[in-house]
């Protein structure tokens, strides 16, 4: 249930905005299932100890914002003002984050930061905010370096990034500035969405001629849904066909080391290094 009619000051109050309508909705809900069954186990054991050695039971308070940051806004104040929650968890993805950070700055109220990764989170100086995440930047950072060592012929990397708020900008960044140290090659290519078209994708993609391709960022129906969609697999078809080289796709934003069925993987989910591992 959402917020309960009677609050008692026996329990921990754990309070969130969640997306579960809009356009970050499935995130959401995975979000709010998760924190449940959370809640759920720890009830289970008798609650949380707080001081004094009591266990407190866990009661969780939570309100849709339709993944808009007016609405996070207000949810995050009357979870602060009217609920009084103990514990303040933040929404998922950036910009509802930042919104959440703003007032917990002012209230001086830790907001616990799970699903927001944007740089600008990390730069702004936030003293209320505790991320459990690595900077959108540093996803595939180490990526480069992984398959120069698996790999060492692979040496053109191509991104192709939403271009769309910053998000893909920053991952395809942090390919980007590690590249060097590895002297691979980093082409990056802006790609507005939806994807309706894989023509002119292809096209640069095959300009570029690169032998490994990673897509960054957020695009409408999830980059898990666009890994068998049938413009990027013609994509990938086209690359792995081109002068008789297979080439390799790794798409992050959501499905990192999810890879195109007609294009022959440079590795899988289970061989790429921990910190190049992510779902969002």
Known sequence: MRAADIVSDHEIRVGLSVSVSGRFQLQGQQALHGILLWQSHANAQGGIPSNGGMSRPVRLIWYDDGSRVSRTRENVLRLIRNDSVDILLGPYSSSLTMAAAEIAEEYKKILWNYGGTSDEIFSHGWRYMIAIASPASDYLRALPQWLVKQ?????????????????GWQVARGVLESAPETRQSVELVPLDTPLKDSDAALSLLLDISPEAVMLAGEFPGRVGNHANSPALANVGASCSSRGGRNRGFCFSGGAVGRWSARAEPVGTWGELPNDCRTTL
């Open 151 to 167: 790999y060492p012929k692979r040496c053109r990397i191509c991104v192709l990034y939403s271009s769309q708020w910053t998000f």
